[in-house]
């Protein structure tokens, strides 16, 4: 699901304040300023530091780090299931309690947050363990069927190192399931983020193209055309959007009064700037043009993106412009090979 990015509105209980509908005093410049260049930094890290990864994902042989190819059959149906993972979403919260809803969602989030965090912090943690840590390789392998007929489901290899950062962002999940605390949703989510960007590769720029347009046309529709996305994105309870509160200055850690960013519009055009830099790469120049303009593109298009929404006050009303904007800009500069990858 591509979420939004939503300011909400200053003075409203709505947005995440105190239940009992008081209004809260309004965000400080300084503190909007604060939470909007953070929001703007935290989209852009996963992008760039996932993109790069990529690269070494795509000429890896580890089969636990293998990526996710999306073929441009994949990127026309994905707007078409996106709809009815919503909707679905949706009838459920207005059929189900919602309380017992974000609990399995909470327990499935945790879960996932603690892989997504522990492959994300793998390669940075490695530089700090000793020479002489005792290192043991392990491998968790899955297969089905016997003999000639024998299929793997799943194989996946592992080591003490990766153990310990699993230890680690176990207390992260922790944190996030019993406090619900916005760092904690920050740091799956930045996860999450990277790891999509990473693992996520598009066959070539039409496919791009195809998964952009649609999703254009998926927002669109969603946001102008009912009230679906705002329901479920006030109903759900999960890792799945970047948070910045407004009011940091006034209440420091405690504050509650957030701007928010949703991980789809960090993660589908981080990985087509991803594929471009992936092109640029195999092209075998010491320049990388198409991946600095499209992430150029990206920057402009999201402040854009922001400094409007912040100008007329309406949350999510203006989620697809920086979408549009990467799509518009890279369709047009970008002619390549089918395959941009190395």
């Known amino acids: 699901m591509d979420s939004a990015l939503s300011d909400p509105h200053n003075g409203s209980a709505e947005a995440g304040g105190p239940a009992n509908g008081k209004t809260r005093p309004p965000s400080t410049p300084e503190g909007i300023a604060l939470a909007y260049g953070s929001l703007l930094l935290m989209a852009l890290l996963p992008i760039f530091f996932g993109a790069l990864r990529s690269v070494r994902c795509a000429r890896g042989k580890n089969a636990s780090d293998m990526p996710e190819t999306i073929t441009s059959r994949d990127a026309a149906r994905f707007p078409i299931v996106a709809s009815c993972a919503l909707l679905g979403l949706y009838l459920f919260f207005k059929i189900f309690s919602q309380e017992y809803i974000n609990l399995l969602l909470s327990m499935y989030f945790f879960v996932l947050g603690i892989l997504a965090l522990s492959h994300t912090i793998s390669p940075f943690m490695n530089k700090f363990f000793p020479v002489n840590f005792p290192n043991r390789q392990y491998q968790l392998l899955f297969t089905q069927g016997s003999g000639e007929n024998k299929e793997e489901i799943i194989n996946y290899e592992f080591d003490t190192k990766d153990l310990v950062c699993l230890g680690l ?3 992260v999940g922790v944190w996030y399931l019993l406090r619900k605390h916005w760092i904690a949703n920050n740091l799956f989510g930045l996860a999450f983020s990277l790891n ?11 496919t791009g ?30 890792p799945i959007k970047l948070v ?13 009064n957030f701007a928010m960013l949703g991980l789809g519009d960090v993660v589908i055009p981080g990985i087509f700037i991803a594929l471009l830099l992936r092109f640029d790469i195999s092209l075998k120049k010491n320049t990388h043009t198409y991946f600095y303009t499209s992430f150029a593109a990206y920057i402009f298009g999201l402040g854009l993106t922001i400094f409007i ?4 006050k309406h949350a999510q009303s203006l989620q697809y412009l920086h979408i549009y904007n990467i799509y518009g800009i890279n369709a047009g500069i970008t002619e390549g090979p089918r395959s941009p990858s190395p």
């Open 196 to 206: 999509g960007v990473e693992l996520l590769h598009l066959n070539n720029v039409s």
């Open 209 to 238: 193209c195809i998964l952009l347009g649609g999703l254009f046309i998926y927002d669109v529709f969603w946001v102008f055309g009912t009230n679906v996305m705002v329901t479920v994105a006030k109903s759900f309870e999960a």
């Open 309 to 312: 929404m912040h100008i007329f």
């Open 169 to 171: 962002s176990s207390i």
């Open 244 to 256: 910045f509160p407004q009011d940091l200055l006034e209440k420091g850690l405690e504050a509650d």
